[in-house]
């Protein structure tokens, strides 16, 4: 394989990091003990639903009913993808 690897069922933000609201950047963070990443307004959206308890599906479908859009597994699955890579989200 190439080293890629299925996404969790139910995914969740990795205990290394922590998602905040950082007031003085105007923005949502992901603090780490060696940094800092400053997410998108997109990114922090569907990583705020990464709790272990709701499911991809749910987690697409949660976000298509809040912002009244459709199709948006695609870019879901691209970010928790990229997040896993980068164990954001395990």
Do not use: H
Request: contains cysteine.
């Amino acid at each position: 394989m190439n080293g890629s690897t299925a996404l969790p069922l139910q995914p969740k933000l990795s205990r290394r990091f922590r998602l905040q609201f950082e007031e003085a950047q105007k923005r949502w963070v992901l603090l780490y003990p060696e940094g800092m990443v400053q997410l998108n307004d997109s990114a922090a959206e569907i990583l705020k639903r990464c709790d272990g308890q709701r499911s991809l599906g749910e987690i697409v479908a949660d976000l298509e009913a809040v912002f009244q859009v459709q199709d948006l597994a695609p870019q879901v699955n691209a970010l928790l993808e990229e997040g896993q890579r980068r164990g954001w989200v395990e």
